[in-house]
């Protein structure tokens, strides 16, 4: 059929409007390739050629900021300052033996540092940066930046450090961090990867090991681009991390460095706890040391010396100490006749200066003996015999019970490094630790505090605490992290007689404030601050009966390590119970002479919240106590002094 013209012309129109369609959408589909080549071609050519040029585009984390530590009064114990450093990273730095050559010329580098840069080197990835100089001053840091276009893979950082600007008084409690070693990463199954970065630390010992995961914090991350030497040219992408939480402590710093100077040249350890709460007001271990040198990387020649001191300044006594507690565990073994109904306060024995078992002769410390005694003498003159006596009756298993009860042979959960459980033994102890049966001389030793029995400072201050407050009383250390109070539950009663504590509690009265008493000298002469406590002597050594028979050598005619420890336990005020305080003089002698005023000091120091006036002393020891005051003064300005020039 012959096609019309019109028929033609539409056909024409219909043609020539698809053909545009498609040449419209062909225009529109190279117009959207064109774009996309020239951003991937024109504005993203530098990042692709660097890319495309051996990954010049890296990953490095960020290390986070350690959390800070305080006191319960918002004093810094731990800080963080600016650390000036250089890493090198093997990936960027091509020939590193020719780099490090270069560095030597501008920057110090022992033969040592220079091992160890090997060293890590060699564990290490190609491309994680290794530490090459630490806290350099600005002058050498200066040197670097300005020399880094010849020092390809070398980058000069601006970092944070440890700072312990108390240096010795927190050393034992806050602990110090170091770097990150093998046994470190073995310790934890899936390690944080910032655990790997060289030279990164962690928490070695103390708060700063047990609070680790808190202090860390979580780190950030950063692209960075490099060019073909390695050189940094830009940051492109920063994601910061996660600072590490703050810690607030229970201790009073300012109480802590009245009783660290206190505490002298002395191998001793005092604890200052709040009876009411558990919290510790001061947990003191002398002599310290200076955590700083350990962050820094401490010599051989101060780690050598610090570990042949024989005052062991690297152990925290407090709470790793075992010690034969003596006759402060006199109240123990009283405490538990008591309960049992054995005996009562008026309860005597007569002391003729020993008593005999089998043949065996078991001593007082009065070689004349005292005579007939009660409770509130036995304790407050210290007679051995009466506890021979009551010991025998009650037995150690009851001993013992009492014993756990009061917070002995217990490990006290602290954040704090190699807390001793003590020994509180009974008869399964003996049985299960050395396969042998218990025997009643065994117990007689344990009645005062000797033989197999071993407390920490930390527990017989807990101990005193029960015994003051009749509560199960519980220590503590860490008071807030981040601003918020930690739980503090209330301490739950430990279901002993009122009568029995109390006569527990008047001869820890009648020890301070009797004349016959064996801390009388260290009384408290402010009414509102009545002193109760016991003292303790515990023998390192045994007295043969060929010394007792010629007479038993002092304490001071002794080497010093064969000379008893010296302890005491307290509280005050007596009406109204605030603070428990131990002390032990390792090596000290009698208790009432070498730990008991110390004792006093410390626990004035807490209740007076200030160094303690004269008048809460005894008038004819003023003169002495002045004298002794006043340099402690100055002593704690000299090391005040030194602590503000390090923060």
């Known amino acids: 059929m012959r096609r019309t013209a019109r028929d033609t012309e539409e056909s024409a129109r219909r043609i020539t409007r698809r053909s545009l369609m498609m040449g419209g959408a062909m225009v529109a589909m190279f ?12 504005e993203q050519a530098d990042e692709f050629r660097l890319l495309a040029e051996e990954n010049r585009i890296n990953m490095r984390l960020i290390p986070p900021e350690r959390g800070l530590i305080f006191d319960r009064n918002g004093v810094l114990i731990a800080g963080n300052e600016q650390n000036y450093r250089v890493t090198v990273t093997r990936e960027a730095a091509g020939d590193v033996d020719m780099v490090l050559a270069r560095l030597t010329n501008l920057i110090p580098i022992t033969a040592e540092d220079m091992e160890r840069i090997t060293r890590d080197l060699d564990r290490n990835s190609p491309f994680v940066p290794i530490i090459v100089a630490d806290r350099l001053p600005w002058e050498d840091f200066s040197k670097i930046a300005m020399n880094a276009p010849t020092l390809p893979g070398v980058t000069p950082e601006v970092g944070l450090s440890r700072q312990y600007p108390l240096i010795e008084d927190f050393s034992h409690v806050v602990g110090y961090v170091g770097p990150v070693s093998e046994r470190d990463l073995e310790e934890r199954p899936n390690p944080d990867p910032v655990l790997r970065i060289p030279e990164f630390q962690i928490g070695k010992i103390g708060v700063e090991r047990w609070m680790e995961e808190t202090l860390r914090g979580s780190a950030g991350n950063k692209r960075i681009e490099v060019n073909h030497v390695g050189r940094v040219m830009r940051e492109l992408e920063r994601t910061d991390g996660i600072p590490g939480r703050d810690i607030q402590l229970t201790i009073d710093a300012e109480v802590q460095n009245f009783i660290q100077a206190r505490l002298g040249e002395e191998s001793a350890a005092c604890v200052v706890m709040d009876v009411n709460t558990g919290e510790l007001i001061a947990c003191a271990s002398s002599p310290g040391f200076d955590p700083n040198l350990f962050v820094r990387g401490i010599s051989q020649r101060d780690y050598s010396a610090l570990m042949e001191d024989d005052h062991r300044p690297l152990a925290n006594k407090t709470v790793q100490g075992a010690y034969p507690p003596g006759s402060t565990f006199k109240m123990v073994t009283a405490l538990a006749a008591l309960e049992e109904g054995l005996i009562t306060p008026e309860t005597t024995h007569s002391c003729p200066g020993y008593i005999e078992f089998g043949d065996r002769r078991f001593h007082c410390w009065k070689r004349g003996g005292h005579g007939r005694v009660d409770l509130a003498r036995s304790l407050s003159e210290s007679c051995d015999v009466f506890y021979y006596e009551i010991a025998q ?49 065994d117990t007689i030793n344990a009645s005062i505090g000797q033989g197999y029995v071993l407390a920490s400072p930390l527990q017989l201050t807990v101990m005193t605490a029960r015994i003051a407050t009749g509560r199960a009383v519980v220590p503590r250390l860490i008071r807030a992290i981040d601003g918020t109070p930690q739980p503090m539950p209330e301490a739950e009663p430990l279901g002993l007689s009122g009568t029995n504590l109390r006569a527990i509690q008047n001869g820890m009265y009648e020890v301070m404030n009797t004349q016959r008493g064996t801390a009388y000298s260290s009384r408290i002469a402010d009414d509102t601050m009545v002193f109760a406590g016991k003292t303790g002597t515990s023998q390192v050594r045994n007295i043969t009966a060929a010394e007792r028979a010629r007479g038993v050598i002092s304490n001071d005619q002794l080497p010093w390590n064969r000379r008893d420890h010296a ?13 428990a305080v131990t002390v032990v003089v390792e090596h000290g002698g009698g208790g009432s002479a070498a730990a008991a005023p110390i004792a006093r000091d410390a626990i004035l120091r807490a209740l007076h919240e200030d160094i303690p006036p004269l008048t809460a002393y005894p008038a004819n020891q003023r003169g002495r106590i002045e004298t002794d005051l006043n340099a402690l003064r100055e002593k704690l300005r000299d090391v005040t002094q030194s602590g503000n020039s390090r923060a």
């Not at 001993?399 to 033994?425: F, N």
């Open 31 to 42: 117009a959207v390739l064109g774009a996309r080549m020239r951003f991937l071609s024109v």
């Open 393 to 441: 009756e009650v037995g150690i298993d009851k001993i013992a019970e009492m014993g756990k009860r009061l917070g002995l042979g217990i490990r006290h959960d602290l954040p704090m490094s190699a807390i001793t459980e003590g020994i509180m033994p009974n008869r399964a102890w003996k049985q299960e630790r050395w396969g042998q049966d218990w025997r009643i001389g």
């Open 567 to 579: 302890l005491y336990v307290g509280y005050a005020p007596y009406d109204n119970p605030r603070y």
